[in-house]
């Protein structure tokens, strides 16, 4: 069976870390990029079933990288992974697919994206 | 001595400088010795329009039991000649005359000593002032030349009762400018308010002389510590009658005294006489003023001129008393504002204060999530024993403590429910003005305001929408690197149907860059050295959360125009607009 790769963006190295070690360990083949410019050059060059998007990072935030993600692939998910609950009812208005604020406890983020792949 | 001797030393009297008392004493001495009579007397007219003995010669028998008589315009003989203003001559043979207003049983021993007596009226062609009594026990009958002269001294006494009225009434006059004159110093003067009512309740009573004078305020007109301001006191003796003569003076709109009401209403034991005037302006009703005079106050009473007295300081203190008072009332209102302005600081640096802790909170929350999520982990790759593994689900528990914690402070513009309240825009814009221009970074900022008078009220939540227009201004401000102009317009429109009223908020800095524009409402975004990029973020959502939307209008190298969006009632000016 072919394994769903993701893309995880995150400017925090060991969030990229925790998140690849806990979603490679669920069976995804996961990539990381430490921003929305390397993200957006990730994508453009390799083929991913969805994108873990940090909001807050320096250069391109978040919010700009989704704009750009949806404009070059609008069929690609897109789940926005943020400290901030803040803006989690606004994440459908920004065209993301998802929303999960960061946790140590990575059961949402999972669920979430098990919900959007479509896996049991 | 002839008869125009006589009248010469009369006429010398009446042109002194003596006082009036004296300069008519004389002239009756002067008659009663060289007519000669035994009796000259001078009634005067009181102010009740009753005849009273006032004036006699020194021999006089009869004044001291004529005095206890005080007869009305045409009951007995003096009353008759002042009705018809005809002098009246009797000899002894005619019935005796009837002086006063009484036949009086016990002048008749004194009246037969008298042969001659005549009446003559004190008058000029239009008022009288009262009538003069002579009475010989020598003459039999006063001839043509002595009727003759008695009319001239007669109009000599009444010259001079003339002139004293003259004099009195311009003293009135004087002492009555002198108090308004008073009045409109303390009026127009800086004191506060209590000052200035008690002064004005001294000044009426001074000027009155009564021996209290009691101000009350309308409560709905200034809330003040105090509605009544009082000179003297009343209220251990007519206390209810002035709460009633207030309530009805209020009630009739005009001066009253216990006198125009039902008189058994009133105990009125101690107070002789009451007035109560309501004070209004422009149809207004500010108040009442109330004087009362107590019986043992002698002199010229409040009963005689008082509903003049205070119906004229009633009318002049009026619209001066409403302007000093609606002066302390803008004072008061000016202070609140200034209060208003402190909080809408104190919102602000709370609201900074909040955005730091946020990205405080923020700065946190990835390390703590990389210290929560390893220990799990490590947990489940270690093969731990018993404690161990209690020591892994103790740093679990606290690293989820923490995080629950940090999500509260993250969620600092709490999806709390909003406060919907009808508002007037304008008033925020009045109040947001008000305060930016107090601060000395907004000095160079010209601020123009625009309003469509039409515009009715909003339903929203005010501090809310207060923060949105804060967060626009503040970004003008800043786009105008602190000069320029930034016009604040209000007005109408209909977007798809509904109706909406807009704030337009336009500066002059020079527009945004459009390869950002798309970005500028997306959290975290910003230009700014030290934004949080979270102004625009949550103003946008609080403009959604109403219903609404901000609109950007972008002149790159002119100016950016925001305009928020509120929706009116659907109901509301839809016909009228379309």
Redesign the interface.
């Known amino acids: 069976m072919k394994k769903e790769k993701l893309l995880i963006v995150d400017d ?1 190295e ?2 990229r870390f ?2 690849k ?2 979603l490679e360990e669920e069976g995804y083949e996961v990539d990381v990029a430490s921003n929305g410019l390397d993200a957006l050059e990730k994508i453009k060059n390799a083929v991913f079933d969805l994108v873990i998007l940090d ?2 990072m320096p250069g391109m ?1 978040g ?2 990288a989704l ?1 750009e993600i949806k404009n070059m692939n609008k069929d690609l998910p897109v789940i926005l992974c943020s ?5 989690k009812q ?1 994440f459908s208005s ?1 065209a993301s697919d998802g929303y999960v ?6 059961k949402e983020l999972k669920q979430t994206i098990k919900d959007i792949l479509g896996i049991e | 001595m002839n008869l125009i001797d006589i009248f010469g030393k009369i006429i010398v009297i009446s042109h002194s400088n003596l006082e009036i008392a004296s300069r008519i004493n004389a002239i009756l001495n002067i008659i009663a010795q060289d007519m000669p009579f035994d009796e000259a007397i001078v009634y005067t007219l009181d102010t009740d329009k009753r005849l009273t003995c006032r004036y006699k010669n020194d021999k006089s028998a009869l004044f001291h039991l004529l005095n206890e008589y005080r007869s009305h315009i045409g009951e007995g003989v003096v009353g008759s000649v002042a009705q018809k203003r005809m002098p009246q001559s009797f000899t002894n043979k005619d019935v005796p005359p009837r002086l006063g207003c009484l036949f009086y049983p016990d002048l008749d021993g004194f009246i037969e000593k008298y042969k001659a007596f005549s009446f003559l009226p004190l008058s000029d062609d239009s008022y009288l002032y009262g009538v003069l009594f002579v009475g010989s026990s020598g003459k039999e009958r006063l001839n043509d030349s002595e009727k003759v002269f008695l009319s001239m001294v007669a109009r000599e006494i009444g010259g001079i009762l003339r002139s004293n009225q003259l004099i009195i009434s311009s003293k009135k006059r004087i002492s009555e400018l002198a108090t308004l004159s008073e009045l409109g110093k303390i009026l127009s003067s800086n004191a506060i308010p209590r000052d200035i009512l008690n002064n004005i309740a001294f000044i009426i009573a001074k000027a009155s002389n009564a021996s209290f004078v009691t101000i009350r305020l309308a409560h709905s007109f200034l809330k003040l510590d105090s509605q009544r301001f009082t000179y003297g006191d009343f209220e251990s003796t007519s206390g209810e009658d002035v709460i009633r003569l207030e309530e009805e003076s209020k009630k009739r709109g005009k001066t009253v005294s216990p006198r125009d009401l039902a008189p058994e209403g009133y105990k009125n034991t101690v107070v002789t006489s009451l007035y109560s005037a309501p004070l209004t302006s422009k149809g207004r009703f500010l108040g009442t003023v109330t004087i009362g005079e107590s019986q043992t106050v002698s002199g010229p009473t409040v009963e005689e001129n008082g509903r003049y007295l205070i119906e004229t300081i009633a009318n002049y203190i009026s619209s001066g008393l409403e302007n000093t008072l609606l002066t302390t009332k803008l004072k008061d209102v000016v202070n609140e504002l200034n209060n208003a302005q402190k909080r809408l600081l104190e919102q602000e640096t709370f609201r900074n204060l909040g955005e730091m802790t946020a990205n405080i909170a923020h700065e946190i929350k990835n390390p703590l999530v990389i210290i929560g999520g390893f220990t799990k982990r490590l947990a489940k790759k270690a093969r731990l024993d018993h404690t161990e593994n209690k020591y892994v689900e103790i740093i679990l528990k606290e690293v989820a403590r923490l995080e629950a914690i940090l999500d509260e402070i993250l969620n600092y513009v709490k999806e709390s429910p909003m406060v919907f309240k009808e508002c007037k825009v304008s008033d925020f814009i009045d109040e947001l003005v008000y305060l930016f221009t107090s601060d000395q970074a907004w000095d160079k900022i010209e601020i123009t305001r625009e309003y469509d008078n039409d515009v009715p009220s909003v339903p929203c939540d005010d501090q809310q929408i207060k923060q949105v227009l804060i967060n626009i201004l503040m970004n003008a401000h800043d786009a105008t690197h602190g000069t320029g102009t930034i016009t604040i317009q209000t007005g109408r429109k209909i977007i798809n149907d509904r109706p909406f009223a807009s704030i337009s908020i336009s500066d002059t800095g020079g527009g945004i860059d459009p390869a950002i524009i798309d970005n500028i409402f997306n959290p975290f975004f910003t230009t700014k050295e030290k934004g949080t990029g979270l102004g625009l973020a949550i103003s946008n959502k609080i403009v959604l959360n109403h219903g609404g939307h901000i609109q950007i209008n972008n002149i790159v190298d002119k100016g950016a125009t925001f305009i928020v969006y509120l929706p009116l009632k659907n109901n509301i000016i839809r016909e009228e607009l379309i």
């Open positions: 925090e060991n969030i925790l998140f070690e806990e909001i807050k935030n919010i700009q704009n400290a901030y609950g803040e803006f606004d920004w604020v960061k946790s140590a406890d990575t």
